[in-house]
């Protein structure tokens, strides 16, 4: 039997090779050979929890490890943030750009290391990654001059785009459906985990030794861990083998691309998942701020330091993950049966309660901050919900063969279009809002106004309590941005609902038909080799 192509959809084309060149006619009276008589006959079974290997465990452990210390490294910054603005003399715009300049290395190189995981190593491709990250955040900590910081902010990003695009697929690789769902969520606690311990130990550190650069060498001596652990310990597994897939061979970069802009799910869900991003982007590198600055309004709370809530912003961070992840995850495993429009509606769901949440949160943090906490909690749970669903989304309507380029795709949309620019987005209004509320608050204390239009020269003749509350009232203002983005991108998940169902059929058809006609090649050729014998 020749090797084939299937191309059973017009949008999905996946290649097998290493077939048998050629078989000559079956003559034997035996119908077909049992799978345990030939090992290399693959069969699909839909392993439970219960079956998952050591091999397998481990594999998936080292992926949650660095995926926790990459998080922990991308925030660890938002605990200092106000150590490094004093250090370097940055406004808040400036300060934003920090995580700008990061995210946009990040999203540059994603579909490029989405690009090579399908058709390289990634093994290789990992190690090479997370080495960069944990040496650039290492040396970047030593400078002085803050373009050389950003300079180095920007090459970490290098760093962990070669991982996030590529870890995902070889979950997807290993398991399939309800396994599947429930090892992208165990990956995926590692986002808010990793961010609020980010946070903490960010802060933590920097308290401890005197100087915010500490904070940003802890992170690199774990990553040298993770280093050795993927060279020597993981697993990579092949491409589509949870699938029962073995030798699927990748088809052009163009092909590929075009397919995935063809998918109406996967790009409705990645732009649902840009707003995320963004979200999610603005209120981890301003929310700690947003709130010191609001309860350093309240009565008796005027000596309080950012440090002080960035352990309590970073615990609410990780439960409020652990409790968004876990209930996604158990209702669309609940659900979908049921349900198989679920997965989307979900996300949607989630979007559209997390907006009112976080708007209370806004208003509240210079009145109560117990209510404030609260309300970022739940807020933070909601928004939440999606973040192993949306990964899961993505593995099932795409075909294996394509998995790290669709990474890699979504990542540079959502983070060209969310996160990329929203720390700076929103840095940018609030300092243009401190502007408009100095001015106007010079005009009415009969004090007059800029002369030079610069926020330090408006803010000159400006008490101190009058300029805490500028500063806050600007940052409020900018972030209720993000609950606008909030209802955009609970719409765009809902329209996914729409099509999800057709996308993941097509991928399963694609995806069976190439398993069934390696195992049926590979059962005639055990027959034939076993004809052979009995002939000889």
């Not at 300079?151 to 962990?160: D, Y």
């Not at 870890?167 to 090892?183: C, E, Q």
């Not at 008796?300 to 409790?323: H, R």
Request: hydrophobic share 45%; glycine share 8%; net charge neutral.
């Amino acid at each position: 039997m020749p090797g084939q192509d299937l191309d059973k959809q017009p949008n999905y084309t996946i290649k097998l090779l290493n077939m048998e060149p050629g078989i000559t006619q079956n003559r034997s009276l035996q119908n077909l050979v049992d799978a345990e008589e030939h090992p290399d006959v693959v069969v699909v079974t839909n392993r439970s929890i219960r079956d998952v290997t050591l091999r397998d465990w481990i594999t998936v452990t080292i992926l949650c490890f660095i995926n926790l210390i990459n998080y922990m490294d991308r925030f660890t910054l938002a605990g200092i943030l106000t150590q490094i603005q004093d250090y370097y003399k940055i406004t808040d715009s400036d300060g934003g750009l920090l995580q700008t300049a990061f995210i946009l290395s990040y999203m540059i190189f994603a579909p490029i290391f989405g690009y090579l995981g399908d058709r390289y190593s990634r093994r290789a491709i990992m190690a090479f990654g997370v080495f960069l990250w944990s040496l650039t955040t290492f040396v970047g900590s030593f400078m002085d001059n803050f373009t050389w910081f950003v300079l180095f902010r920007a090459l970490v990003g290098i760093g962990e785009a070669s991982y996030s695009t590529i870890a995902p697929t070889i979950i997807s690789d290993l398991f399939v459906k309800d396994v599947r769902s429930k090892m992208l969520a165990f990956f995926y606690f590692a986002i808010p985990v990793g961010s609020g311990l980010g946070y903490i130990v960010g802060s933590e550190t920097a308290k401890a030794l005197g100087a915010w650069q500490w904070g940003l060498r802890v992170t690199p001596i774990l990553g040298a861990v993770a280093v050795v652990l993927i060279m020597f310990v993981l697993k990579d597994p092949d491409r589509g083998e949870s699938e029962g897939a073995h030798h699927l061979c990748t088809t052009s970069w163009v092909e590929d691309i075009k397919d995935i802009l063809k998918n109406p799910s996967f790009m409705l869900s990645t732009l649902g998942f840009t707003c995320v991003a963004f979200i999610a982007g603005a209120l981890a590198w301003w929310g700690p701020k947003f709130i010191y600055l609001g309860i350093k309004l309240q009565p008796g709370n005027e000596d309080v330091q950012l440090s002080d809530l960035s352990f309590p912003f970073g615990g609410i961070t990780i439960l409020a993950g652990i409790c968004g992840l876990t209930i996604g995850c158990f209702l669309s495993q609940w659900l979908i049966k049921r349900y198989p429009r679920v997965d989307p509606i979900i996300c949607g769901a989630g979007l559209l309660c997390s907006a009112p949440f976080l708007v209370g949160c806004a208003i509240t943090a210079p009145k109560n901050s117990h209510a404030c906490f609260v309300l970022l909690f739940f807020g933070q749970v909601a928004l939440n919900l999606n973040w192993a669903i949306v990964g899961d989304i993505l593995l099932y309507v795409v075909v294996p063969t394509r998995r790290s380029s669709a990474e890699g795709f979504q990542l540079l949309v959502s983070h060209a279009l969310g996160d990329a620019g929203s720390p700076y987005f929103i840095g940018i209004i609030s300092d243009a809002l401190r502007v408009i509320l100095t001015s106007k608050l010079q005009s009415s204390s009969s004090v007059p106004t800029m002369t030079n239009g610069t926020i330090v020269a408006a803010l000159q003749d400006i008490p101190s309590n009058s300029s805490n509350l500028i500063d806050f009232k600007a940052l409020q203002y900018a972030i209720f941005t993000t609950c606008f983005v909030e209802v955009i991108g609970g719409v765009f998940f809902l329209i996914t609902a729409m099509y999800i169902v057709k996308d993941r059929l097509k991928v399963e058809h694609a995806v069976k038909g190439i398993a069934d006609i390696e195992r049926t090649s590979r059962l005639v050729v055990a027959v034939n080799e076993t004809d052979r014998t009995i002939l000889s």
